[in-house]
């Protein structure tokens, strides 16, 4: 994935598939590589299947997620209560009761320390407010910490004027393994406008910092604090090409502008519409709604992968992005007119949309035209669907 190669799992995983969806009885597998990768595709292939092993440890932060649940949502309040809730997992089966207790003490510190619960004198644990909203975005803690420091700075000073701080905020806070190229980032920086380069000043990112990384001065990563501003830089980064593929840049267009893997861009455009949603529930949860708002009147654009223009459009099965765009382009601007048209019509504007399709066929063969039909009637259906519950909208407002 990416740059990486995939476990042995993934591979079984994805081999199945083919079975799953009765396109064959049996899993194959054609594997292409380099001549290079040979060695190690082959130790793959060949692999044994690792065994199940649990995935809380206090190393991947991930006990201290699930502590942070239960106390959130009251399964269990006490230490023992605790305890008696990971007897009953995986982690308890596969190491003696003194590491799980050792766990456990030291997640219950972190958390406690980090601001996300408290403890009363009958030793009874509760979420504080923070620790809720991180529970109910469906963050780890340590992002949520980050998440809330960086939110709060936000609501002192909020670029409206422009798209480039929400995007920000969008953006997801894993870096997915991502290196910034400082050359790209140079770039773009020196093409924002006034109000992307406020946005720079308030994260605290500074343009001779930037100007010197991409001289190839190395980023420092030394003390906490060098190191949370090292995440913002990288934050951003995945931020410009998240503001890219919102204006319905492709994905591997993407990919080739800011020399990063196709499969990293591609992750960020499926994550940013959950984290989106995450986001705003955090909001709430903290009872800023005003910033709730904002945040929600800007995740269609990001579940449309598309321009304001478009949004209308892509509420419609099949129509995403440039297929949005090439319906616009041909005078389907409404869900009106795609549900008026003959779906035939449709198919001729699905072929504009596919182009290497029909480059690769020379001619659309009566399989894939029977294909596009079939999607073509998917989206009139959908479309005559929207359009009556429009209509009766607008007659109930009469």
Known sequence: ???????????????????????????????????????QVLDLMYADIPEIASCLNTENKRVQRAILEVISVRLANSHESLLEYFSSSLISYTHDREFVEK???????????????????????????????????????????????????????FVMDGEMHILYVFTPV???????????FRNEMDAL?????????FLGIKPTAVLKLAQGVP????????????????????????????????IHVVARKYDSPRGSVQTLAQTCQGFAAGMIKFCEHMGWGIMAAALEHFSDRLMAGARTDLLELAKIPFIKSRTARVFWENGYRTVGAIANADPK?????????????????????EKYEEKLLAKANVISASANRLWQVQLQAEMAEE
């Open 219 to 250: 980023l420092k990563e030394n003390t906490p604090e060098e190191r949370e501003l090292a995440r913002v830089y990288r934050r951003f980064y995945l931020a410009l090409q998240l503001r890219d593929l919102c204006n319905e840049m492709p």
């Open 103 to 157: 766990c456990l003490t030291s997640g219950l510190e972190e958390i406690h320390d980090l601001g996300l619960i408290v403890n009363d004198s009958y030793s009874s644990f509760a979420a504080t407010q923070l620790g809720k909203a991180i529970v109910a975005s469906s963050v780890d803690p340590y992002d949520g910490v980050f998440i809330h420091a960086e939110l709060t700075k936000t609501l002192k000073a």
């Open 193 to 201: 406008d006034e109000s992307g380069l406020r946005v720079l000043g």
């Open 1 to 39: 994935m990416g740059r990486e190669f995939v476990g042995p799992s993934m591979l079984r995983q994805m081999r199945g598939r083919a079975g799953r969806q009765g396109k064959s009885p049996v899993g194959e597998t054609y594997l292409c590589c380099r001549q290079d990768d040979l060695e």
């Open 174 to 184: 894993q870096d997915f393994g991502i290196i910034v190229n400082w050359q790209v």
């Open 345 to 365: 019509e449709l198919v001729l504007i699905l072929m504009q949309a596919q182009p290497n399709k029909l480059r690769l066929k020379g001619k659309v063969d």
